[in-house]
């Protein structure tokens, strides 16, 4: 368990962290998202403490780390494994010394280092590749080591920052499976950092979007994805772009339910008649389907009958015109703004 309290850093007059509070459960995986420049990395070099807070806590199995300093601050650290975006291993080390090196600095003996050593390996899936150096793996593989070298001291939370950016789908899968595999099986809680929506669907319990040093929206992915009008829910699960199909009237439709039957849609048609699906985004988002769809329907239903036969099935409705209206509406909004001259 990790609870951030009224985190702040400031460097100088700038305020980069302005009272983050954020917790997290053991063996959770939390995503952390938000623009470039919003404070991602700074706060994960606050909680692995390679930077101090300026003010608040930081909590981790409850000890607060930011009142420790010397010997117990350095035993603190150990509980935090942190994965950079380039694992940052040493060139002229194999991966298995890479990894081996943080126990060598606890001065491990060295059967039980090699012991260690080859279980990360297995863990990570690089044991045939023990003996290679940095520059004859993959970004992918290199990653897996960093992976494995964060976790040798057997930290109770791993913090990734950007730990899959730049690299291609299957290897982000292979990490992403790692990742989930260390929060199943070993209970680690797991902190990502990121800024691609599909890692955070794809793996992450709860989700906190930063922005100018404060977290302007949290939940659960699930939770999230089902909200209404929420800039992140649009982010983790868009509308796909969809066609207008002819002689029909388009809607937008979205899971509000977490209860929404696999049968769903079968059982709309029977009471709206035919339902053309122009477009379609549905997946499973911890237990439950989240889902977005475009659909046609035909343009002499009554507006009220639609929302409220789709609303029984657990399903929001819009007519995607209202939706392009708003859209519109917000473009012109922005452009006004910008077109103002700067105060
Ligand atoms: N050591 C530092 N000194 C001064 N400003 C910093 C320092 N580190 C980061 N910043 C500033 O803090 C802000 C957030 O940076 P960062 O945490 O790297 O954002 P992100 O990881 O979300 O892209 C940026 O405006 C950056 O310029
Ligand atoms: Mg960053």
């Not at 520059?135 to 057997?154: D, E, P």
């Not at 009220?304 to 399903?315: I, N, S, T, W």
Request: net charge neutral; glycine share 8%; hydrophobic share 40%.
């Amino acid at each position: 368990m990790i609870e951030i309290s009224g985190l702040t850093k400031a460097y100088g007059d700038t305020l980069v962290l302005d009272g983050i509070d954020l917790s997290v459960a053991d063996a959770q995986i939390a995503a952390v998202v938000g623009p470039s420049g919003a404070g991602k990395s700074t706060l994960a070099r606050c909680i692995n403490l390679l930077e101090r807070p300026t003010s608040g806590s930081i909590t981790v199995r409850g000890q607060d780390l930011a009142a420790l300093s010397g010997r117990d601050l350095r035993l603190a650290r150990r509980q935090i494994g942190t994965v950079f975006q380039s694992a940052n291993l040493l060139r002229r080390l194999t991966a298995a010394q890479n990894i081996a090196l943080p126990l060598r600095h606890q001065g491990v003996p060295d059967p039980e280092v090699r012991r260690r050593v080859g279980d990360l390996l297995e863990r990570v899936g690089m044991l045939h590749r023990a003996n290679h150096y940095p520059s004859q793996l993959s970004g992918g593989q290199r990653q897996r080591i960093g992976i494995a070298r964060g976790l040798a001291l057997q930290p109770s939370v791993l913090l990734s920052d950007e730990a899959t950016s730049g690299l291609d789908p299957d290897a982000t899968r292979a990490i992403l499976d790692l990742l989930t595999g260390l929060r199943d099986d070993l209970g680690v809680t797991i902190l990502v950092i990121t800024h691609e929506m599909d890692v955070v669907r794809g793996i992450a319990d709860q989700v906190a979007q930063l922005d100018h040093g404060r977290i302007v929206e949290q939940g659960s992915v699930a939770d999230v994805v089902r909200r209404s009008d929420s800039a992140l829910s649009r982010a983790l699960l868009p509308m796909p772009p969809a066609p207008d199909a002819e002689g029909l009237r388009t809607w937008t439709l979205r899971y509000r339910s977490d209860q929404v039957a696999p049968t769903w849609l079968s059982r709309v048609g029977r009471d709206l008649g035919e339902v053309a699906v122009l477009a379609a985004l549905v997946e499973r988002s911890g237990d439950a389907p989240v889902g977005r769809l475009t659909v046609g329907l035909d343009p002499r239903l009554e507006e009220r009958r639609v929302v409220e036969v789709l609303a029984d099935h657990g399903v929001a409705a819009e007519p995607a015109t209202a939706l392009r209206a708003v859209a519109d509406e917000r473009q012109d909004e922005r452009r006004a703004r910008q077109a103002e001259p700067a105060a």
